[in-house]
């Protein structure tokens, strides 16, 4: 069985179950799982997380497409965080952002979290013009995680991103 844009959420399913039922082979990957055949031993003994990307589609929209991470269940294979200084972003607001993946000293993948001092004074930041008449017309509008950018007061600012995602799966790769 194949990853695809339609059968993502069951493949994430057969996955969990294979990862949390365990298997025979000794084999590990610590390298993420996007829209590849089904692994049986594809994160044994760890945790999948799924997070979705976008790829360009052939109609000129965009495609979502799964990428799936086998965390370590071992926090201790993992790198340490120290915890920000007492003013760290002592005039902002602290947002997290989308983790990042790293491979962890047992085989398989850390979550490290992102954190960003958000400007409170948005005159700092750019100034968006809505989208123009006629944005994804034929596709469906779905909202991305926000980017974060160098603010004029030296923080940063949260910026919304959309994708225009296409309703022909076929313009879409198939892996």
């Given amino acids: 069985m194949y990853l ?3 059968a993502g959420f069951v493949a994430l399913s057969l996955a969990a179950v294979a990862c949390t039922a365990g298997a025979d082979s000794d084999s590990t990957s610590n390298d993420s799982l996007v829209a590849s055949p089904i692994n049986p031993n594809f994160c044994k003994d760890g945790t999948i ?3 979705v990307g976008y790829i360009a589609s052939a109609d000129g929209k965009e495609c979502a497409q799964p990428r799936f991470h086998c965390l370590t269940k071992d926090a201790s ?3 340490q965080l120290s ?3 007492p003013d ?3 005039d902002g607001t602290i947002e997290s952002g989308v ?3 790293i491979a962890s000293a047992d085989g398989k993948e850390c979550a490290l979290p992102t954190i960003h001092c958000v400007t409170k004074d948005f005159s700092f930041c750019p100034q968006l013009s809505p989208r123009p008449p006629g944005f994804c017309k034929d596709g469906t509008i779905e909202s991305g995680p926000p980017t974060f950018i160098s603010s004029a007061d030296s923080k940063e600012c949260s910026l919304p991103s959309s994708h225009c995602l ?3 799966q076929m313009a879409c790769p198939i892996y």
């Fill in 4 to 6: 695809n844009r339609v």
């Fill in 49 to 51: 997380e799924r997070e």
């Fill in 77 to 79: 294979k993992c790198p």
């Fill in 83 to 85: 915890p920000h200084s």
């Fill in 88 to 90: 760290f972003c002592k």
């Fill in 99 to 101: 983790p990042s993946y």
């Fill in 166 to 168: 296409t309703k022909d």
